[in-house]
């Protein structure tokens, strides 16, 4: 079964338990809002999953869209927030957009791609993103890259110095990186990077 599929299944599921503001932490919220108030122009919430990033960026005055390659979630965050934009698509379609946006967030959205797969998807952000734009990245921090069975389909734990080198390979500038481990998760990192 593709992520994409596994997804589709689990959706509403995951919906109901981890699609809510409610269901996130205050350290991430702050991280992202503080995020998307330095970006300069519209943003992205790449892997929207159930909207509720793009929902709150969106309710904070920001011109924001998410997309999704599931057409579940997109129903379920058009449902729950209608004012707000929300597409069914992919990491691919953003070749289509280069230089469009002054910020992307790719929270978690990478997390199931094999590590092969990685450098050619920061590029595909790298275009997209209009010259000094910024990408917010957050993913499973670990000591090497390893797969684990993560609830829904298999997903990584990368090293941030190693996504911080791949980022720095595909035009970006590293502006910080955050490591937090909250009690009962795992280890999580973000990193904010300028295209160059």
Do not use: K, N
Request: glycine share 10%; proline share 7%; charged share 25%.
């Amino acid at each position: 079964m593709t992520v994409t599929a596994a997804y589709a299944t689990r959706a509403q599921e995951y919906a109901e338990l981890l699609g809510t503001l409610e269901a996130t932490t205050p350290a991430d919220r702050r991280r992202i809002e503080t995020w998307a108030d330095g970006a300069d122009g519209p943003l992205l919430d790449l892997g929207c999953g159930p909207g509720h990033w793009t929902a709150h960026l969106a309710s904070l005055g920001h011109d924001v869209h998410g997309v999704d390659p599931v057409e579940e979630f997109v129903a379920i965050a058009r449902r729950r927030y209608p004012e707000v934009r929300y597409h069914l698509g992919a990491l691919e379609g953003l070749r289509r957009r280069r230089d469009s946006y002054g910020g992307i967030l790719a929270w978690y959205s990478l997390i199931h791609l094999p590590p092969a797969e990685v450098p050619g998807a920061l590029a595909v952000l790298h275009g997209a993103l209009r010259p000094t734009g910024t990408l917010l990245l957050g993913f499973f921090d670990g000591p090497r890259h390893e797969e684990f069975d993560h609830a829904v389909a298999p997903a990584r734990f990368w090293p941030s110095g190693e996504m911080v080198t791949l980022l720095e390979q595909a035009g970006f500038e590293r502006l910080e990186v955050e490591h937090r481990q909250d009690p009962g998760a795992r280890p999580h990192a973000a990193i904010a990077a300028r295209r160059c």
